[in-house]
């Protein structure tokens, strides 16, 4: 069973970079694709987009070219890196895999952007 | 980008009640659509996959059908476990979206 945990920290500073871990367990990186979700608070679920072991990446386009995800398979880590940020990206990040969807997620983890 | 329209965003139903959300994609998607459910303070989990696939472990009272623009999650009989948000999730094409969510709650 693939488990997935998000790690970093949950206070960030505006226009400063989000920076957030993801480590897997139970399962190899070397299959699927690695995503990032965001859900601000009572709100909906936002695709952030995904990254696969070669490096492969297809980001959202809402978040223009802030975005930059990675993979360490010596690791089995992937990450998620959000530059120039605003109170605007305030919500839980999940990062979440799966077969033909996500199958898998974290728990989530808070990322609080202050002024 | 691929637009999902959840209805209705918010169903009070009763335990036993047979609930159906709907699911209407901007463009076609074949069966690429996938079924989440939420509940409060944690991650979504996947109920249905390419449309109609149940994942291990989800009660056959859940169901997904459709095609093309339109699908529907039923639930046959509603249990006390099963309120909760519900999202659909498009992976035909990028950007993946989500819909805004179904709030179902007890009448």
């Known amino acids: 069973q693939v488990q997935l945990q998000e790690s970093g920290p949950g206070l960030v500073k505006s226009s400063e970079t989000l920076s957030l871990t993801c480590a897997v367990s139970?399962?190899?990186?070397?299959?699927?694709?690695w995503n990032w979700i965001r859900q601000p608070a009572g709100k909906g679920l936002e695709w952030l987009g995904r990254v696969y072991i070669n490096g492969n990446t297809n980001y959202n386009p809402s978040l223009k070219s802030r975005v930059t995800m990675s993979v360490d398979t010596s690791k089995n880590h992937f990450y998620l890196s959000l530059t120039s940020v605003t109170a605007a990206d305030t919500a839980i990040y999940y990062c979440?895999?799966?077969?033909?969807?996500?199958?898998?997620w974290g728990q989530g983890a808070l990322v609080t952007v202050s002024s | 980008d691929i637009q999902l329209t959840q209805s209705p965003s918010f169903l009070s139903a009763s335990v036993g009640d047979r609930v159906t959300i709907t699911c209407r994609a901007s463009?076609?998607?074949?069966?690429?659509l996938a079924w989440y459910q939420q509940r409060a303070g944690k991650a979504p989990k996947l109920l249905i996959s390419?449309?109609?696939t149940l994942q291990s472990g989800v009660p056959s009272r859940f169901s997904g059908s459709g095609s093309g623009t339109e699908f529907t999650l039923t639930i046959s009989s509603l249990q006390p476990e099963d309120f909760a948000t519900y999202y659909c999730q498009q992976l035909n094409s990028y950007p993946l979206t989500f819909g805004q969510g179904t709030r179902l709650d007890i009448k």
């Open positions: 139970g399962g190899s990186i070397s299959r699927w694709f």
């Open positions: 390419t449309t109609s």
């Open positions: 979440a895999t799966g077969d033909r969807a996500l199958d898998y």
């Open positions: 463009q076609g998607i074949t069966s690429f």
